[in-house]
């Protein structure tokens, strides 16, 4: 008889053990990308107990707390404990032993751990745990940082991947360039769990490297597939050929009719006094600029002529003069008397 006891109470134990291996399971959620939709698995099959109540328990970033969220019922379906959050949805099946949850927008506070809890007589409560982890992309750029031509090493530019979870990977494939330049890297981690990632590139800026392409890579399992950021290495710097020269004059109505800017040069059309005044030429780029100035001053162009015209009649009226005067021999008699 004490036989038969214990091989019941053996086989008891066995059958809450098993009980406990089927209905206590943990089912991790990842790969769901932020912003995407979350499929939270709730479901038990083989049991004939019946079902009162399914309960739905959270512990996240937002609520740290193990906290009751929602219930579902056979004849009330599902409700909201606590507030109500729309972005969840009962896709189960209460019949058929199925709390599957659906959670649409998933956001950063959304991460943490799920537990459905099964409600069963005479069998008691039967959980499932299901942790929640979310995949960031990141934000990918690359800034030139505007080396001009020297003979120091500088920073040519950064290339980021920010606010990626889990971290992603940069690199740089600088081809030919091998020890001219150098590549450092740094990461950044935030309270939201999220990591930046910035790596620079460095060399000396020569005229023989200004103009080469590189390339960041940026990898990791918040993306698709790699992503390549193609880069041309400038070297600024300020040369003759460069500028852009612009001119001023005041008054400024006179320059469509008495002025003409031909490029670099500045044509006077008319010389008249209503011009008189100071121009400035500004040649410029985006590392530098140069100024040079000329003073204009004309006299009235009416005067100018006539007098020019008066001296040059006169002095061929007193060379004509003169020839005649020494030619007829008067200039001698003159000075003999």
């Not at 910035?198 to 698709?224: A, E, W, Y």
């Not at 109505?253 to 008189?276: F, I």
């Not at 020019?308 to 009226?317: C, E, K, P, Q, T």
Request: aromatic share 10%.
């Amino acid at each position: 008889m004490n036989v038969i006891v214990k091989l019941v109470f053996y086989l008891t134990q066995i059958w809450f053990f098993l009980c406990f291996m089927l209905f206590t399971a943990l089912h991790v959620i990842d790969g769901t990308v932020l912003g995407g939709t979350a499929i939270l698995p709730c479901h038990v099959t083989n049991i004939n107990d019946d079902l009162t109540q399914i309960t739905w328990q959270r512990k996240t970033r937002e609520n740290p707390h193990n906290d009751n969220f929602i219930t579902i019922q056979p004849r009330n379906g599902l409700q909201f404990v606590n507030g109500r959050d729309d972005r969840f949805k009962y896709i189960g099946n209460f019949n058929n032993r199925n709390g599957t949850l659906q959670l649409s927008n998933v956001a950063l506070k959304d991460e943490g751990s799920y537990t459905c809890i099964f409600t069963l007589f005479p069998s008691g409560n039967q959980k499932i745990e299901i942790p929640l982890n979310l995949l960031v992309p990141p934000f990918t750029s690359v800034m030139d940082n505007l080396p001009t031509l020297g003979t120091e090493e500088v920073l040519f530019a950064t290339c980021t991947a920010a606010g990626s979870k889990p971290p992603a990977e940069v690199r740089w494939l600088t081809d030919a360039l091998g020890d001219k330049v150098r590549t450092t890297k740094n990461s950044t981690q935030y309270d939201n769990g999220t990591t930046t990632t910035v790596s620079s590139l460095f060399g000396v800026p020569t005229r023989k490297i200004n103009g080469h392409q590189v390339q960041c890579v940026i990898s990791g399992d918040s993306l698709s597939a790699e992503e390549t950021l193609a880069f041309t290495i400038q070297v600024y710097s300020i040369s003759e050929d460069s500028f852009e020269c612009v001119t001023e004059a005041n008054p400024n109505s006179l320059l469509e009719s008495a002025v003409k800017v031909d490029g670099a040069n500045l044509q006077l059309l008319s010389l008249t006094s209503d011009l008189n005044g100071l121009y400035q030429c500004e040649a410029s780029n985006a590392y530098g600029s140069k100024h040079g100035q000329l003073y204009v001053h004309v006299t009235s162009g009416t005067c100018r002529v006539a007098w020019a015209l008066f001296l040059v009649l006169l002095s061929l009226n007193v060379g004509a003069a003169a020839w005649y005067f020494y030619k007829s021999g008067r200039f001698k008699r003159y000075f003999e008397q």
